[in-house]
């Protein structure tokens, strides 16, 4: 629409015009009559009629007819009518709205200023050809009705101003505004109307944006996710949807008319009333964090934006909140997570020391138990070595014994069994060494060939393999060494034969066998220990190496051994220890 400011500059214009126009044409073609309106402007002599009125044809080619040269009979009248005409015309000419008068009774135009050209771009001579039906047709199909409409409104007398789409001669359409007035004479009768045309394209076209704009806007207020209130004299005069949601309403009114105030929790109202107030002298609020009053009274923290804007009521204050709660939530539980780590840290020392202290309890307490179970094993490979002796000892006991007694024992008989006896207790106190530097700790690291060490301890065991009939192949090279603590090795060693000749044993393995092959690869020494026992069942794998696991019954294994195997191997000796299954049963590598 036109601005109401534009309306009163156009009938104002109109008012002028038609009280000059009136003066300047007659409506029933007599009185005064003069030269072209050029030879006015010029005025080199004096014109005066013999009447009243004149009429005006065009706004080049008006003249006056009748005209008489007065010369020296000039008069004030006559003046006062040249200046009027003479402002009339220059008004015309340097206005930006084109003046136009058509005669109700004929039908036709009889005046149209020049600058209808620039607005329509036809000429004042093709518009003053055209009769009204031509006119209507240029007036786009969708504003004829109403032009239509108010022209026969104020037909009888009256004033409109219409605003309507009219085709120039490029095809392209304009918009104009028409300020029109009809005048009638003394017995009410039209006489002719006079029109003021403004092009208004551009201000539609504004107009027309203003409102996509504004559309625009009101969808992205209605879609953000963040809510929205827009705050004119201390009250609420909109709010979103999401500004509904966040304060719990169902419908808009709950919140219209509603002060800031009542919104906000109490303690923010001090603050609240300061940013209003800077806010109103056209500051921008910073962003700050507020609590607002829920409909139901509980409260909610937001973050709080704000920015003023003009508007026809004055002073308005757009508020965009954002729900915080999430926020707070996870700031607080960071903090009380940097408390925790804070805390922490002051402890790891502590901490670190007891942790090391359990371990070194827990492996204190599976090394004496592994120690134990070493004795215990010890003990049975030493009586198995003993029992063969003693019982031959004690043969030679019985038989001298009996000799003694039937008289027989000389000297040769005597020294024979002596020795013998001696051989035997000479066996066993090496078998004694042999244990004692088996058990010793090794303080330092050595150089130690593999295949020795591997062979010295088996013949510690050997009677027990023997005894149930148990084969083993030492197979490989004979010259691969290594750095480390001999008697750790062959303790880990131990462990692996003596669990797989248990297996054999339990499994009742009709041919049993153990294969030990040694080899160096990539400068390290490898170890075989495989049996023919069947193999480890699939799901026991990843725990085998585990402290006090055993697949045996509780009474026959603690679940010791191949942990401490392991541990020496991987922590005393840097090495690996790994365990698969083949064909035939289970192997143990060892790398070194």
């Not at 009053?293 to 965009?320: C, H, N, W, Y």
Request: net charge neutral; with cysteine.
């Amino acid at each position: 629409m036109v601005s109401s400011r534009k309306i009163r500059e156009i009938r104002h214009l109109l008012a002028k015009l038609e009280a000059a126009l009136s003066g300047l044409v007659a409506d029933e073609g007599k009185g005064l009559s003069s030269h072209r309106i050029s030879r006015l402007l010029d005025f080199s002599r004096q014109v005066v009629g013999n009447g009243d009125r004149a009429t005006v044809s065009n706004g080049k080619d008006s003249h006056f007819s009748q005209a008489a040269d007065t010369g020296s009979r000039q008069t004030a009248r006559d003046r006062l009518r040249y200046r009027m005409h003479e402002s009339m015309l220059s008004l015309l000419e340097s206005s930006i709205d084109a003046v136009y008068r058509r005669n109700l009774k004929t039908g036709q135009y009889d005046y149209m200023s020049p600058v209808i050209e620039q607005i329509t771009g036809f000429s004042v001579k093709e518009l003053i050809a055209m009769n009204i039906e031509e006119v209507l047709a240029r007036i786009h199909p969708d504003d004829r009705d109403f032009v239509e409409s108010e022209l026969a409104r104020v037909a009888q007398g009256g004033r409109g101003i219409l605003e309507y789409r009219f085709k120039g001669k490029d095809g392209s359409y304009r918009w104009l505004a028409d300020s029109i007035s009809v005048k009638t004479d003394h017995q009410g009768r039209p006489l002719f109307r006079i029109g003021v045309v403004r092009d208004v394209s551009e201000q539609k076209h504004m107009e027309q944006s203003l409102r996509e704009s504004e559309d625009r806007y009101r969808s992205l207020v209605e879609m953000s996710p963040d809510a929205l209130f827009i705050n004119v004299g201390n009250r609420v005069v909109f709010v979103n949807q999401a500004g509904l949601r966040l304060f719990g309403a169902s419908a808009s009114e709950q919140l219209l008319g509603k002060t800031p105030f009542e919104l906000f929790h109490p303690d923010c109202h001090d603050q609240i009333r300061k940013r209003i107030a800077r806010q109103l002298q056209g500051e921008t609020a910073p962003l700050i964090e507020e609590k607002i009053l829920r409909l139901d009274g509980s409260s909610v923290d937001v973050e709080v934006a704000a920015a003023p804007f003009m508007t026809e009521k004055g002073m308005a204050i757009q508020v965009i909140l954002r729900d915080i709660t999430g926020r707070k939530r996870a700031e607080e539980k960071l903090v009380d997570r940097q408390q925790q780590l804070e805390y922490l840290n002051r402890t790891l020392e502590q901490r670190v020391a007891e942790e090391a202290k359990k371990n070194r309890e827990k492996d204190y307490l599976l090394m004496q138990q592994s120690r134990q179970a070493e004795l215990g094993e010890m003990i049975n490979i030493i009586a198995h070595q003993w029992r063969q002796p003693l019982n031959i000892i004690g043969l030679h006991a019985q038989l001298l014994s009996q000799t003694c007694a039937h008289g027989d024992l000389d000297a040769v008989f005597l020294n024979e069994t002596v020795k013998g006896i001696l051989d035997l207790v000479m066996h066993m106190s090496n078998t004694i060494e042999d244990f004692r530097n088996f058990l010793r700790p090794e303080r330092e690291r050595s150089l130690f060939n593999i295949r020795d060490t591997i062979a010295r301890t088996y013949r510690l065991i050997a009677e027990s393999f023997k005894e149930n009939v148990i084969i083993v192949d030492i197979e490989g090279d004979s010259d691969v060494v290594v750095s480390g603590y001999q008697n750790e090795y062959a303790q880990a060693v131990m462990n692996i034969l003596n669990n797989a000749r248990d297996v054999l044993i339990e499994r009742r393995i009709s041919e049993p066998r153990i294969r030990i092959r040694i080899a160096k690869e990539d400068e390290r020494s490898v170890v075989t220990i495989a049996d023919n026992a069947g193999g480890i069942a699939e799901e026991f794998l990843s725990q085998i190496f585990e402290p006090y696991f055993t697949t045996k019954d509780g009474a026959k294994g603690t679940g010791i051994g191949l942990y401490m195997s392991k541990t020496i191997i991987e922590k005393s000796l840097q090495g690996h220890l790994l365990v698969r299954n083949t064909t035939e049963g289970a192997e143990f590598r060892i790398e070194v």
